[in-house]
């Protein structure tokens, strides 16, 4: 199967720094690309939906000016946490859709763990 | 939006035993219905998904019943083994749309 790689796998930074975690599809094209949310024992939560050189579209209640999102190339997606604070401290996971699949399936990447001190 | 439940929550089942888990959705609109298995520390991977064509589908010890009906499918797994321990989530895909809602997941704890 397709393969989704994220780095890093996990972070930890200082309240107030900003954070990039970077989503990258090493055999096939992601046209779109979405970032999820996990807290512990929680399920998944979308954040936003990229696709390649448009703006992301966010959803309901996820702060864009937070959570930067940006899909410059068909392979790489990156979320950059700005000024992150210990609320932010969670597990970030990418999935990817190529266009090549044209299946429905999303392919996992195995996530990024950030802990804000 | 997309309501997506599971049932149960969590599970334990004794190896060798199987097990049901059950997801309910609200779009009728859904027409692409996968599984995922997510171990401690990682991303989700699929392990079955059915296309709204087909009403069951198998493959060697795992296998998805689909009831579009009634708005649900579930997962079964048999003769489970202590490494299918893990949660597992629902994530229904309606028509045109590549926005996964996951459901509540199910924590499954194969006892040895």
């Known amino acids: 199967g397709a393969v989704v790689s994220q780095h890093p796998s996990w972070v930890i930074c200082k309240s107030g720094t900003s954070v990039k975690i970077e989503c990258r599809s090493l055999?096939?094209?992601?046209?779109?690309m979405f970032w999820y949310r996990q807290f512990p024992k929680q399920s998944l939560m979308l954040m936003a939906t990229?696709?390649?050189?448009?703006?992301?579209?966010?959803e309901q209640g996820v702060e864009k000016d937070k959570f930067l999102i940006n899909h410059a190339s068909l392979t790489l997606s990156t979320l950059t946490v700005t000024s992150a604070h210990p609320e932010d401290s969670s597990f970030y996971i990418c999935?990817?859709?190529?266009?090549?699949?044209?299946?429905?399936?999303?392919?996992f990447g195995e996530g990024s763990r950030l802990t804000v001190l | 939006g997309e309501n997506v439940e599971q049932h149960p929550s969590t599970l334990s089942v004794q190896e060798g035993d199987s097990a049901v888990i059950k997801c309910t959705y609200s779009?009728?609109?859904?027409?692409?219905f996968p599984w995922y298995k997510q171990e401690l520390g990682k991303g989700p991977q699929l392990i079955i998904d059915i296309r709204s064509n087909v009403g069951e589908k198998k493959d060697q010890r795992i296998a998805v019943t689909l009831n579009k009906t009634a708005k649900h499918f579930s997962l079964h797994i048999t003769e489970t083994q202590p490494e299918d321990s893990a949660v597992y989530f629902c994530a229904p895909l309606g028509a045109g749309t590549y926005k996964y809602i996951f459901g509540t997941g199910t924590r499954l704890k194969v006892l040895a």
């Open positions: 990229s696709n390649e050189g448009s703006k992301a579209t966010y």
């Open positions: 779009d009728s609109a859904s027409n692409y």
């Open positions: 999935s990817a859709a190529g266009v090549s699949v044209g299946t429905g399936e999303l392919f």
């Open positions: 055999d096939f094209q992601a046209t779109t």
